[in-house]
């Protein structure tokens, strides 16, 4: 049974808006101990961007290179990163940011997003109009169910683009619960029950997705083959929502990315427009994209799960 559709399938409040600030902090704190835990500090330092020197370089050039180009009118071309949490958006972040042609504004950065969420369609446009940058990159992961909504109806000056980042699903699965635990699980669980029409999770998803979210059994699901669930409705609207067939519109494999940098860096510049350059791939090292194994998922959402990534790879390689 399909739970009843929400009154308004865009809407873009999520629960932890409405959550007070002590207890949003607390589970933000909790999540970073964990990962500290399990991950170890150097790999919260990357994830994070923490190191002072590594920051203070980047902020250099980009200084230099306004100084050098002072008489640049203001106006940027956005480029929106978007897919799924624990896809490896971190590794194409840290590589463009590398170049000071662009302006990247993350998930966490207050001026472009609140709680992970993108502040309103004004603002943003403001930040991408009057840029002094070529290039403002925005990382809206909780909005991708709005890609479309953004590159057609923004109403930005220059042509926007968005890059689609997707990863194998075990290795989302395993880092996702790593990370987050089994938020994955709670989420699609409210979901099945009829509820949870104002988290994120449940923005853009097809009735299909609904209808298969709450045909499983709740009570036995596992975090992982929830993940893996999550990894399967959310990156099913890259074909949902005809993105498929945009030109402005591009999907970048995490494990393309690490077998050969090059490659896939080269590929997401031309998209762009934008000169390749080796600074972008030197935190990358290369490396066969191999997982510690499959995971113990759930056979349905195996099947599905690997259908789609079929689809992916082969809409990638069109």
């Given at each position: 049974m399909i739970p009843g559709q929400p009154p308004d399938r865009t809407l873009s409040t999520q629960a932890d808006r409405r959550e007070p600030w002590f207890w949003y902090t607390a589970r933000r704190v909790g999540r970073h101990v964990r990962w500290l835990r399990t991950q170890g500090l150097a790999r919260l330092i990357e994830e994070d961007e923490l190191n002072p020197l590594d920051r203070a370089s980047k902020r250099l050039a980009k200084w230099r290179w306004r100084l050098a180009h002072r008489s640049r009118p203001p106006g940027a071309s956005a480029v929106f990163l978007v897919g799924l949490q624990r896809s490896g958006t971190n590794m194409v972040v840290h590589g463009l940011e590398r170049a000071p042609e662009f302006e990247v504004f993350s998930e966490n950065?207050?001026?472009a997003f609140d709680r992970f969420r993108l502040r309103p369609d004004p603002v943003i446009r403001r930040l991408v109009d009057q840029c002094r940058h070529p290039y403002v990159l925005l990382k809206p992961l909780c909005d991708s169910h709005r890609t479309v909504e953004l590159l057609d109806d923004l109403g930005v000056r220059l042509p926007a683009r968005a890059l689609w980042v997707y990863r194998s699903v075990d290795g989302r699965a395993r880092s996702a619960v790593a990370k987050f635990g089994d938020a994955n699980l709670r989420a699609l669980r409210e979901l099945a029950a009829g509820g949870g029409w104002d988290r994120w999770e449940a923005q853009?998803?097809?009735?299909?997705?609904?209808a298969l979210i709450a045909s499983f059994n709740w009570t036995t699901m596992s975090p992982l083959s929830a993940a893996a669930l999550f990894w399967y409705?959310?990156?099913?609207?890259?074909?949902?929502?005809?993105?498929?067939?945009?030109?402005?519109?591009?999907?970048?494999?995490?494990?393309?990315?690490?077998?050969?940098?090059?490659?896939e860096m080269r590929r997401l510049c031309a998209f762009l427009g934008f000169?390749?350059?080796?600074?972008?791939?030197?935190?990358?090292?290369?490396?066969?994209?191999v997982d510690a194994g499959p995971l113990d998922i759930d056979l349905r959402i195996r099947s599905h799960c690997e259908e789609l990534a079929a689809k992916l790879e082969a809409a990638r390689s069109h």
């Open positions: 950065h207050q001026a853009g998803l097809s009735p299909e997705s609904l409705v959310r990156n099913r609207l890259y074909f949902e929502l005809g993105m498929v067939h945009r030109p402005d519109v591009m999907l970048v494999s995490y494990d393309a990315m690490v077998t050969d940098p090059e490659a000169p390749f350059h080796r600074r972008l791939i030197t935190h990358i090292a290369p490396r066969q994209a």
